[in-house]
């Protein structure tokens, strides 16, 4: 019985989103009360799954599911303590996403064929979290480009048909590098499963210049969907997108799936060792390093508040990527915990953005004046995550940029607490003028095209922002508790750092 449950458990968790959207296509738009019920209980289902999946690696057990494709390549879906970090931060804040989306999506057409690929994007999402190899993760890294491409066009105006066209453009190129590196890598290597510490550890380094190449090739293909510089460009662009997309782009799925996979890439596949060995440890670092001032630096020159969210996007992304760059278990820390604490505070930003234009028909910046005694709680929420994003305790920004910059310092690389602290300067420049007007600037005598929801609308929208507002100040508050994404990601670095 163990031996089934270990075995089917982590297929079923990409599964079950995935069966999800298929009986949302074909239900339709018109069972409109079926589509809520089937995507309330599978986001549900999901974190009892990963909750199940948690508690049975915790016993020490190892769920891994594992078919053969073709004789000597397989499909293998492992839940480790790194997997399932990212697995719990998707599930959770799905969760939280689909009440919001059903909320903001209420009087808008085509839901069926949005949440149906909003399901199918889970399924991707999840499937990339639990890949146990490079090649599983590679299959799911496609398939989440196919999956949110119909939620960056949702609309189905000419602005979103060519964003998404530039949203294809660029993952779609990205993904040709990242098969190409695979598949020269295995020619080399062969499979090989994901390993802490990485399986070409002890590899013999007389392919020195190939694996310095494939190592740019893999870097490249995930470095587009983590929108490092110059790679980025798609992402803004994206912000076209309904704001439920806009925050599972920014804060669960596509950047975040690409800095996942570069953690992978330098922990579990090459190894911190083999990286520094190879020298490429600081190319990466400088453009991690470049990448967060360029980002910061464009968000401080952007008018439209969701692209300022979306540059800040670009800057706070690459501090994961910074992380395992700079190397050292407490840089290291430091970037993986930030794949929790960005999600967390991003999808606050986007939440209230969308609640702000939505209701409101706030879309630039200088439309927010006063809009905190029209909807403090929302602007209360706004709050929570600009300040987190800027640095400050006790939310859980503050913790992030603490382990990357005491990281730093550890290994003798101190002038990137330079670019620390000049990023979390620019991140003051363009988020404490926005506060400003939120809290301190009057009211307009009318607002830009308000508009009249349900009561019930409003509590979703702005319950779902509250909650990711309490996630990010409780991660932040509660860092030293033994359950805490702080303590999570120290635990697996001890795996990369004995």
């Known amino acids: 019985m163990m031996d089934l449950l270990l075995f089917w458990t982590p297929l079923l968790l990409v599964v079950v989103s995935a069966l999800t959207g298929i009986v949302i296509f074909i239900a339709g738009e018109r069972k409109a009360r079926l589509r809520i019920i089937l995507n309330l209980l599978a986001a549900v289902l999901k974190v009892l799954m990963v909750v199940l999946i948690g508690l049975l690696v915790l016993a020490g057990h190892t ?12 499909l ?20 939280v996403t689909t ?34 190899n490079l090649l599983t993760f590679f299959i799911f890294y496609e398939l989440l480009t196919l999956t949110t491409w119909p939620l960056v066009v949702h609309t189905g105006t000419a602005t979103a048909i060519r964003s998404g066209r530039t949203y294809l453009r660029y993952t779609l190129s990205g993904g040709v590098l990242f098969l190409i590196g695979l598949i020269w890598l295995y020619g080399i290597t062969g499979p090989q499963d994901f390993i802490a510490g990485g399986t070409l550890a002890e590899h013999d380094l007389d392919h020195r210049l190939s694996l310095q190449i494939i190592f740019v090739l893999l870097a490249v293909g995930m470095g587009v969907k983590a929108a490092i510089y110059p790679l980025h460009r798609w992402l803004p662009e994206a912000m076209v997108a309904p704001a439920p997309v806009s925050a599972l782009l920014h804060a669960v799925a596509v950047v975040k799936a690409g800095a996942f996979g570069l953690v992978r890439l330098v922990e579990d ?83 209230c953005a969308g609640i702000f234009g939505n209701l409101l028909g706030i879309k630039y910046i200088h439309q927010l004046d006063g809009v905190g005694r029209r909807m403090p709680w929302a602007s209360a929420c706004f709050t929570v995550g600009a300040l987190g994003m800027i640095g400050l305790p006790p939310v859980a920004g503050f913790v992030s940029k603490w382990y990357l910059g005491a990281g730093a310092v550890a290994v003798g690389r101190e002038w990137v607490v330079a670019v620390l602290v000049t990023s979390t300067v620019l991140n003051a420049s363009y988020f404490l003028p926005v506060l400003k007007r939120i809290w301190l600037n009057p009211p307009p005598d009318q607002w830009p095209d308000e508009v009249q929801v349900s009561r019930i609308e409003i509590q979703a929208l702005v319950g779902s922002a509250m909650v990711a507002a309490l996630l990010a100040l409780g991660v932040g508050l509660l860092a030293g508790h033994p359950l805490s994404p702080l303590s999570w990601a120290t635990a697996i670095v001890t795996e990369y750092f004995p």
């Open 76 to 95: 293998v879906l492992r839940a480790d303590a790194l997997s399932l970090l990212f697995a719990t931060l998707s599930a959770v804040l799905w969760l």
């Open 269 to 351: 596949v090459y190894g911190p060792e083999l990286v520094a060995g190879l020298g490429m440890d600081l190319p990466l670092l400088l453009a991690a390093a470049f990448t967060i001032l360029y980002g910061s630096v464009q968000a401080l020159r952007q008018v439209d508040l969701k692209k300022r969210l979306a540059f800040s996007t670009v800057s706070q992304v690459s501090y994961i990527v910074l992380g395992i760059a700079v190397g050292g278990p407490l840089a290291t820390i430091g970037g993986i915990v930030h794949l929790v604490h960005q999600g967390l505070m991003k999808i606050i930003l986007f939440f």
């Open 99 to 132: 009440v919001y989306a059903i909320a903001y999506l209420e009087r808008s057409p085509n839901r069926a064929r949005f949440f149906g690929f909003f399901s199918l994007c889970v399924a991707a999402t999840m499937g990339i979290s639990l890949a146990g």
């Open 63 to 74: 769920p891994e599911f594992r078919i053969s494709l073709v004789p000597g390549l397989d």
